[in-house]
Nanobody
Framework: QVQLAESGGGSVQAGGSLRLSCVAS????????VAWFRQVSGKQRELVAA???????AYADSVKGRFSISKDDAKDILYLQMNSLKSEDTAMYYC?????????????????WGQGTQVTVSL
């Protein structure tokens, strides 16, 4: 059973930076797509960034140029570097993994999810 554990969330002022981490364990797949989603209470979960096994990426328009997704395959850790944070980035952030080669961007395409880490950006 794949388990994902996020960390790195917290409170920061607008313009600041945070780096989220997601540690994966218990999986046996050799190829997988990974992603970060976020959700504001009462709203639908939305894609922030995704990465396929070849390093191809996709980003939400609202975070392009500010956020960067990366992964350390040796340590099985997924990262989300968030710079120039804005108040509208405030949300619960979730990492997601799914076996396969294809770049995936929809919530329903991901089988494994973490519990989330809260990011709060104040003005």
């Amino acid at each position: 059973q794949v388990q994902l554990a996020e960390s790195g969330g917290g409170s920061v002022q607008a313009g600041g930076s945070l780096r989220l981490s997601c540690v994966a364990s218990g999986y046996t797949y050799s190829l997988y797509c990974v992603a970060w989603f976020r959700q504001v209470s009462g709203k639908q979960r939305e894609l922030v960034a995704a990465m396929d096994p070849n390093g191809g990426t996709a980003y939400a328009d609202s975070v392009k140029g500010r956020f960067s997704i990366s992964k350390d395959d040796a340590k099985d850790i997924l990262y989300l570097q968030m710079n120039s944070l804005k108040s509208e980035d405030t949300a619960m952030y979730y990492c997601a993994w799914d076996p396969g080669r294809r770049l995936k961007e929809r919530e329903e395409e991901f089988k494994y999810w973490g519990q989330g880490t809260q990011v709060t950006v104040s003005l």
